[in-house]
């Protein structure tokens, strides 16, 4: 069955703290996405990653394709990263399969 | 081009009631797909466009759904006879393909009740 698990379900960290988020998933994929929903439902997407890692500013994605696993970095965490964020993937096809989100909380 | 547009934003309606919704792709974009989301979970697939032809529909999309992309560019996603259990956001997306990313809509969210 194609999965994919996300930990933690939720995250509560002071500002400035270094944040990690993990996403693992059941079969070989072509593509991970790491995206970004604030409240009211919107959602942005951060990268997207076959192989290494990628960085845009303050966010840093890494992918192991032979472990079958991702991590999204915050360096420097601010109140503003509050928000979920959702691991999905591509099974080999053109729909998206979605982890369940980790629901960040930046305190200042 | 303003992005992926969906209206209405929110949409409360009795149960027993029919609801259409609206998404506006980015007008470059040939495939278009519908997700739902409720409370706490990540998104479900429930189908996709490539132009105007139908290519997957999920199980999620039971009889009381239909989904239609009539001339390749805007679509439309109809719930009849609503459910409680059909509470949830709905979101679009849309894309070039796979390997160039999607561009999500902002949702709508529906309440029956």
């Known amino acids: 069955k194609n999965e994919v698990e996300q930990s933690p379900q939720n995250l509560t960290a002071q500002e400035g703290e270094f944040i990690t988020i993990n996403c693992s998933y059941s079969?070989?994929?072509?593509?991970l996405h790491w995206l970004q929903q604030h409240p009211g439902g919107g959602i942005v997407s951060l990268f997207m990653?076959?192989?290494g890692k990628k960085k845009h500013g303050r966010l840093i994605a890494t992918i192991n394709i032979q472990e079958k696993h991702s991590s999204l970095h915050i360096t420097a965490s601010h109140p503003r990263d509050s928000a979920v964020y959702i691991c999905?993937?591509?099974?080999?096809?053109?729909?998206?399969?979605f982890g369940t989100g980790t629901r960040l909380t930046i305190i200042p | 081009d303003t992005g992926v547009s969906q209206n209405p934003r929110h949409k409360i309606t009795k149960r027993g009631q029919n609801v259409t919704f609206r998404c506006d792709p980015i007008?470059?974009?040939?495939?278009l797909y519908w997700y739902r989301q409720t409370l706490g979970q990540g998104p479900e697939f429930l189908t996709y466009?490539?132009?105007?032809?139908?290519?997957?529909k999920s199980r999620l999309l039971s009889d009381r759904f239909s989904a239609e992309r009539p001339k390749g560019s805007f679509s439309t996603l109809e719930i009849q006879r609503t459910e409680q259990g059909d509470s949830a956001m709905y979101l679009c997306?849309?894309?070039?393909?796979?390997?160039?990313?999607?561009?999500f809509g902002s949702g709508t969210r529906l309440t029956v009740v």
């Open positions: 997306a849309s894309s070039l393909a796979s390997q160039y990313g999607y561009t």
């Open positions: 079969v070989g994929i072509s593509a």
């Open positions: 990653l076959s192989s």
């Open positions: 999905a993937v591509n099974f080999g096809n053109e729909k998206l399969t």
């Open positions: 007008s470059e974009h040939n495939r």
């Open positions: 466009f490539q132009n105007e032809a139908q290519l997957e």
